[in-house]
């Protein structure tokens, strides 16, 4: 099958459609893709359970270390006020992971940003072939319209001026037979017209669905930003409460880390296996839709040598009727505007119909080949295989920098609040400090 121009699926498509896929019941799946088959499904779904089985292991070792340092932590003597040894490379380990969180935020931005540019270039992709279809539904029909206008006018207008003449006549009528098969042919041209499947709306749903994701990413991503920055701040500050509070809310970006990497993983993984080879995915789905012949949707979707334009025939058909068409039309001006000079306005209406009518005819024979849409389709797949998939892939790094952070801050923040020094409560006075200091010395 011909890959659309500029279009080949990259290394990374290549290494996550080879990741071996299992069922519920560890059965291997194939790793073409089906997301209507109820086995592949299950397969999409453990690879997302791999990360709630990440986030379990994460708790558990959470757990077991903090009641480790809790229960197991030697008693200090009493009146004792020397460090704990090792205070310091706890805040720092504490520290280091906060700041590798900080990169995976930047790495997460960047993530986002080529997700939203890929899906931009797939939405731009299915607007430019709903205008391309729209303009050939539009042609038609106006070219069917200003064939009929002239058949029932301006022909008819011909045969009665020259009757007297019954050669001319016959061309009249020649002419008009000629431009209803023309409007026949035109007709079958516009195959898109009456479909169910409309890209635009495709368009818009897809960038609907793209700004919810898009905000959903920024707001963890900002919340993310937001809990390393005031954690940092309440370690350099000392300040036991905003540490807790921070300890708290790392658990809950902790549980939203894992769980939007079990997401990302998927459709990774989906999206490699969908982009490995996307024509006979696309031409059946759009088969099933539109239910248009295999032989127009193969025809655009491929674009190649081995298959032959399905309009050619009706084109070559319009071709040889206008053409004949004109010459009747000359015949006819020649023949007729000396002796009936009242046929000369209508034979003018007619050239500039016919003309008009070629015009259109060549529009439509640049529309109707494989090239524009084809690249449309390329476009399509470039955005959704590269852009998209290549910001997935950097929200992964971005979850999996955030989950190994968290862990380790979470593990590190109660040992760094316990080193913390009591806070002293001061009496407040309403006298000035020389006045207090003044006031004992007497």
């Excluded at 310091?88 to 993530?111: H, P, R």
């Excluded at 316990?418 to 004992?440: D, E, G, H, M, Y």
Aim: charged letters at 15%.
């Amino acid at each position: 099958m011909g890959a659309p121009p500029g279009y080949r699926p990259s290394a990374w498509v290549h290494l996550l459609h080879q990741l071996p896929r299992a069922d519920f019941q560890l059965r291997p799946v194939p790793s073409g893709f089906a997301p209507q088959e109820q086995e592949y499904q299950q397969a999409l779904l453990l690879v997302a359970a791999l990360a709630g089985l990440g986030l379990g292991l994460s708790l558990i070792f959470i757990a077991v270390y903090l009641i480790r340092f809790c229960c197991c932590r030697p008693p200090e003597p009493p009146g004792s006020k020397s460090p704990t040894p090792g205070g310091g490379c706890v805040t720092w380990s504490c520290i280091v992971a906060l700041l590798v969180g900080c990169t995976g935020i930047g790495i997460g931005f960047y993530g986002n940003s080529e997700t939203s540019d890929g899906v931009s270039q797939l939405s731009s992709a299915l607007l430019h072939a709903n205008h391309t279809l729209s303009t050939i539904d539009h042609l038609v029909l106006e070219t069917v319209e200003r064939l009929g206008e002239a058949v029932r006018t301006e022909l008819t207008t011909l045969e009665e001026v020259l009757e007297p003449r019954t050669e001319l006549v016959a061309a009249a009528r020649g002419a008009q037979l000629q431009a209803e098969v023309v409007a026949q042919q035109l007709q079958g041209l516009a195959f898109w017209q009456g479909v169910p499947l409309s890209p635009l709306q495709v368009a818009e749903d897809v960038s609907f669905m793209e700004e919810y994701r898009w905000l959903a990413y920024v707001l963890l991503l900002l919340l993310e930003l937001l809990v390393c920055l005031f954690t940092l701040l309440g370690l350099a500050k000392q300040s036991k409460w905003l540490v807790i509070v921070m300890t708290v809310m790392s658990l809950l970006v902790l549980v939203l880390s894992w769980g939007s990497m079990g997401l990302e993983a998927a459709t990774a993984v989906g999206l490699s296996d969908f982009c490995s080879n996307p024509d006979p995915y696309i031409l059946n789905l759009t088969q099933e839709e539109t239910g248009l012949s295999s032989d127009i949707l193969s025809y655009y979707f491929l674009c190649n040598q081995a298959v032959s334009n399905p309009f050619q025939q009706r084109l070559s058909l319009s071709q040889r009727a206008l053409a004949s068409i004109h010459s009747q039309l000359l015949g006819m001006e020649r023949g007729a505007v000396r002796q009936f000079p009242s046929a000369q306005k209508p034979l003018l209406s007619l050239e500039e119909t016919l003309n008009v009518t070629e015009g259109n005819f060549h529009q439509l024979v640049a529309l109707l080949h494989c090239r524009g849409l084809h690249k449309d389709y390329g476009a399509a797949l470039r955005g959704l295989c590269e852009d998209a998939l290549e910001g997935l892939l950097f929200l992964l790094l971005f979850s999996l920098l955030s989950a190994g952070a968290l862990a380790t801050a979470l593990c590190s923040l109660p040992q760094a609040w316990a080193l913390f020094p009591p806070s002293t409560k001061l009496i407040p006075t309403p006298f000035p400090p020389r006045f207090v200091q003044w006031q004992s010395s007497i």
